[in-house]
């Protein structure tokens, strides 16, 4: 009988599942109703507002070709002044909101904004739509942020060129630098410069909760206004996020309704603290929690490489909601960077490509550790199944791995396990000393030990040297863990010979506490 547990596995609370665990997907289920309802808006509605939105193009494209007429883009750029300044930032702004309205917009404002010298940077969120553009031209046309790949756009490219953006390229290594400079410098003009509307997360969301900010707009350390965007629908047609409805459903599912309400609230500009502007960082997450509480939504630490991942799990046969794992939480905490937790997700995707929504059960563990379900072995899956449910996901794994097993793959456990192995102290193992051990500890009967043999036993010679012994645990990490558990359980089982009274298992009970504890890079705050 395997060990029983008297209480539950220690966990850290900033490692525990987040409120939202996916604010990437966009789950609106149109009914046989709600379809037959917009088809019969959109005959009438879409080639209405499809021709109004035309004429508006029509007049906005010339009135941009003369504000930039001539204009610099690069290099020594100033802020327009005189007639191309009052052209922008009321005539553009004007055609802007007529676009808006054709399209079927009701724009709701609350609060009052700010003049550029109190906030010369606007924080807006959530950031869930293509359609939150609409914030711009209710801000009078702000500067933002856009990559130059825009400015080529037919038609809409003259537009983004009236807000004299900051230009992000993917092809100038320098570019983020570049970029954070370029906001620095405009923040800190005096109001010269109109201010820079920055969307922080940096990616759309669902609007469920508010991810991670980015730390651009907060670098300066220049008071920053907060803008919420709401859209109180009752059906959601504007959410453009990584699952759901394509732009080109969404835009037409959109011109079907009668309007889209949209609100657009300014809160008091949030002036950071001595302790806020050398910290970027918690400057970015002060201004989010304060926008979290007045939208009333959690906040978690998603951020674009969450996304990314999402593609990837996709791409190795995987539901893409295996990939989210909170990559700024569980990048600071254990020190990785995006490609070693995608190297992970290339090895979990191994082990879950047998099993049905990305989640491992004991039996596929075993599986792929080519053992049988052992106490020993389930120690190690309770150990790595962090929220008790019977299954791994891929975030559980990456705790797991780097936590649990990795801090056991030293040299000196590795060396510990190999004498072990090595009955006849002549430093190597023979398959028969390999299979004998397995069989004792982990309860192997039946089970042909020969293709996990070759697999460690790389130049075929037909036994283990050490360094083949630990290069073999190094790609494995799970076996180092699980040697070390095999070892408490001799351990607990002895300590229950002697005392039969004691039910805590003194080693195993606290392994992953200490192992938490352990580690450099778990000991940084949530």
């Not at 005959?43 to 007049?59: G, W």
Request: proline content about 6%.
């Amino acid at each position: 009988m395997p060990p029983q547990r008297v209480f539950t596995l220690p966990r850290q609370q900033s490692l525990l599942l987040p409120a939202v665990i996916n604010p990437f997907v966009q789950d609106t289920k149109l009914t046989k109703a709600t379809i037959i309802k917009c088809v019969l808006l959109g005959i009438f509605l879409v080639p209405i507002r499809a021709i109004l939105l035309s004429l508006v193009l029509m007049v906005t494209w010339p009135v941009s070709v003369i504000i930039t007429f001539k204009y610099p883009l690069k290099g020594a750029v100033e802020p327009m002044t005189g007639w191309r300044r009052f052209m922008c930032r009321r005539v553009m702004a004007a055609l802007g909101r007529a676009y808006y309205f054709c399209m079927g917009f009701r724009v709701v404002v609350k609060g009052k904004q700010v003049s550029s010298s109190e906030a010369p940077i606007l924080a807006v969120a959530p950031h869930s739509t293509f359609f939150d553009g609409i914030v711009c031209i209710v801000a009078g046309l702000p500067s933002t942020v856009s990559r130059v790949e825009n400015l080529a756009t037919p038609i809409f490219g003259r537009f983004v060129r009236c807000l004299q953006p900051v230009l992000v390229s993917r092809k100038d290594p320098d570019s983020r630098k570049n970029t954070i400079q370029e906001i620095d410098s405009r923040a800190k003009s005096g109001g010269s410069w109109p201010q820079v509307l920055i969307f922080p997360e940096g990616t759309c969301t669902n609007r469920s909760c508010l991810i991670t900010f980015k730390q651009g707009a907060f670098i300066p350390g220049v008071p920053v206004q907060p803008v919420l965007m709401r859209y109180p629908n009752k059906l959601d047609t504007v959410s453009w996020t990584w699952q759901g409805f394509s732009s080109r459903t969404l835009l037409l599912l959109t011109l079907s309704q009668l309007y889209t309400t949209v609100e657009i609230e300014f809160l008091p500009p949030h002036i950071p603290t001595e302790e806020e502007k050398k910290t970027a960082a918690l400057f970015a997450s002060r201004v989010r929690d304060t926008m979290a509480r007045a939208l009333g939504v959690p906040v978690t630490d998603h951020t674009y490489e969450d996304c990314r991942l999402m593609i990837s799990a996709g791409e190795l046969t995987l539901p893409m909601e295996a990939g989210l794992v909170e990559f700024t939480k569980i990048s600071r905490k254990l020190n990785l960077k995006w490609d070693n937790v995608r190297k992970e997700l290339e090895s979990f995707a191994v082990m879950a490509s047998s099993c049905n929504g990305g989640r491992i059960t004991i039996e596929e563990f075993a599986r792929f550790l080519k053992l049988p379900v052992s106490p020993a072995l389930e120690e190690l899956f309770a150990l790595f199944d962090r929220n008790g449910d019977g299954t791994i996901d891929f975030r559980e794994y990456v705790i797991g791995v780097n936590i649990l097993c990795r801090p056991a793959n030293t040299e000196d456990v590795l060396l510990m396990a190999f004498k072990l192995f090595d009955t006849d102290e002549d430093e190597k193992i023979t398959r028969e000393e390999f299979t004998a051990l397995l069989r004792s500890a982990l309860g192997v009967s039946d089970l042909n030990m020969t293709k996990l043999f070759k697999e460690i036993d790389a130049d075929s010679s037909g036994f283990i040297t050490f360094n083949e012994f630990q290069a073999f645990a190094t790609t494995h990490p799970e076996y180092a863990k699980l040697f070390t558990t095999y070892l408490e359980l001799q351990r607990y089982q002895a300590i229950q010979e002697a005392c039969p009274g004691d039910l805590q298992l003194s080693g195993q009970a606290g392994s992953e506490e200490n192992q938490e504890e352990s580690s450099t890079s778990d000991k940084k705050d949530d």
